[in-house]
């Protein structure tokens, strides 16, 4: 690759704070907040014009989807996300909404329905926006949007701050503790942190979501019923799922597929999220692709671009093969690709398929996640009650000092990355940064040798179920 140089020049320090977060998705926004609320002064910073990450830009508002009526959560901001937006009107019951008795009974023999009530809220996804603006002004959070992080500022292996690119120009924030909550491990990347990346060929598939009106929600919901699918239709489970309705929709596809409408080369297999009364399915998680490396610009724009095609043959085969969708039209494309995986640091501890599968129990547990495994073919719903520790070490790089990682880019191996990747996890990680960040400040000493014990403590007082 040919090279230029750059000339130097002296760049403008626009902020400084106690604690920096990067990335405002569901982690960075759990990082920031629970930081804020045991004292720190925190900033956070966003490359698009809103907060949320996936629920926003990608439309997943079905953050707790796994949720069962016996499952085990750990609670904190992540449950807040759904009780606040309740509040604001910003939720959808969607399992309370179905007016077919015998599908009603069977969610509630299986869990996913209690008392005739769904056992989540899907968030709707442009109101969650307004929500969580909410949130950040309410904890006393400088927000700033419309900002990228390119580079960090480093004192020998300390990190002590960031440079960022905007319509304001080159500029920089310094911060005593930086939270990486970008997904794609970006800053500890340039920080010279060790970390791992699959080939590209290895890498979980990337997403782009759509939305449909003009739908006929009662006679789609009929054809549900009617063609029900269950988890076993698409992967490895544990036995006890293989039975449980899922919204996997497969089958207006194929006989796209079959008529020649789609190419055999392209497979499109949907799950759709929650539908309105006005006719809407906000959400179709159906375009995947894999071959895609989120850390590659130039795969970005191929998979953005690919993507969209893609979209217009599934609602033309919607529109053809499902009851319902006669009438349908695009609503609305994701604002940004859904990527699953990328850059993965190597941590203080890495933790492995087996702590996932087998509820591993850490002393320096920040938190539960439900076994909750959806990715690389299996699917495992947390059913029973069963779950794992979060251990602190996944989110602490080796090589560099007062940086905290969270996210899908916490250290781990293939399985357990389809569980830390998921929503419910990525909460765990950045509300446990955002208290470990804030006291280690107070306590003036370093991320990797903060007291756990007291972190522990506060976060117990934030709501988080940590053993």
């Not at 209690?114 to 307004?130: C, I, P, Q, R």
């Not at 992080?149 to 905007?166: A, F, H």
């Not at 006989?255 to 949907?270: F, L, N, R, V």
Request: net charge negative; proline share 3%; with cysteine.
């Amino acid at each position: 690759m040919e090279m230029i140089s750059e000339p130097s020049k002296k760049i403008p320090i626009i902020a400084e704070t106690e604690v920096l977060v990067v990335g405002g998705g569901p982690a960075g926004i759990s990082a920031a907040l629970s930081a804020a609320r045991a004292g720190a002064d925190v900033m956070i910073v966003e490359r698009y014009g809103c907060f949320g990450g996936v629920i926003t830009q990608t439309m997943i508002g079905t953050i707790a989807w796994y949720r069962y009526a016996k499952t085990v959560d750990a609670g904190g901001i992540g449950l807040e996300f759904e009780t606040r937006s309740k509040t604001m009107d910003a939720s959808i019951d969607i399992m309370g909404n179905i007016k077919n008795k015998e599908l009603t009974r069977a969610l509630e023999q299986e869990g996913l329905m209690v008392d005739g009530k769904s056992t989540y809220e899907v968030l709707d996804t442009e109101l969650f926006k307004y929500v969580v603006d909410e949130l950040i002004q309410e904890a006393g959070i400088r927000p700033l949007l419309h900002c990228s992080v390119v580079q960090v500022i480093m004192d020998e292996d300390v990190i002590k701050g960031v440079i960022t690119e905007s319509k304001s120009g080159r500029q920089a924030i310094l911060a005593k503790r930086i939270i990486d909550a970008t997904g794609d491990a970006d800053i500890a990347y340039h920080a010279g942190a060790p970390f791992k990346k699959s080939p590209k060929n290895e890498l979980m598939e990337v997403t782009v979501n759509f939305g449909c009106s003009g739908i006929n929600i009662g006679k789609f919901l009929m054809y549900v019923y009617l063609n029900r699918s269950k988890f076993g239709d698409w992967g490895e489970t544990s036995g006890k799922e293989e039975e449980f309705f899922t919204t996997y929709l497969t089958d207006p596809f194929k006989k796209a597929q079959e008529a020649g409408e789609i190419p055999q080369d392209i497979t499109i297999e949907s799950y759709w999220g929650c539908y309105t009364d006005a006719g809407e399915i906000n959400s179709f998680n159906g375009i995947h692709m894999n071959g895609i490396d989120p850390t590659d610009v130039w795969d970005l724009t191929k998979a953005e671009i690919e993507g969209r095609r893609r979209v217009l043959m599934a609602i033309n085969a919607l529109k053809k093969y499902t009851p319902g969708f006669k009438k349908a039209r695009l609503r609305t494309i994701g604002a940004s690709l859904g990527t699953r995986e990328s850059r993965k640091i190597t941590g203080v501890y890495n933790i492995t398929e087996s702590d996932v599968r087998n509820e591993a129990r850490f002393e320096d547990t920040i938190g539960i996640c439900p076994e909750f495994i959806d990715g690389h073919g299996v699917a495992i719903m947390p059913t029973t009650g069963r779950y794992f520790h979060v251990p602190y070490g996944i989110i602490v790089p080796q090589k560099v000092e007062n940086l905290l990682v969270v996210g899908r880019a916490v250290a781990g191996d293939k399985i357990s990355h389809a569980a830390t990747r998921q929503i419910v996890c990525c909460t765990v990680t950045g509300q446990g940064a955002g208290v470990a960040a804030a006291v280690s400040i107070e306590d003036k000493t370093t991320c990797r040798l903060v007291d756990i014990t007291k972190v522990q403590k506060i976060l117990e007082k934030q709501g988080v179920r940590i053993k």
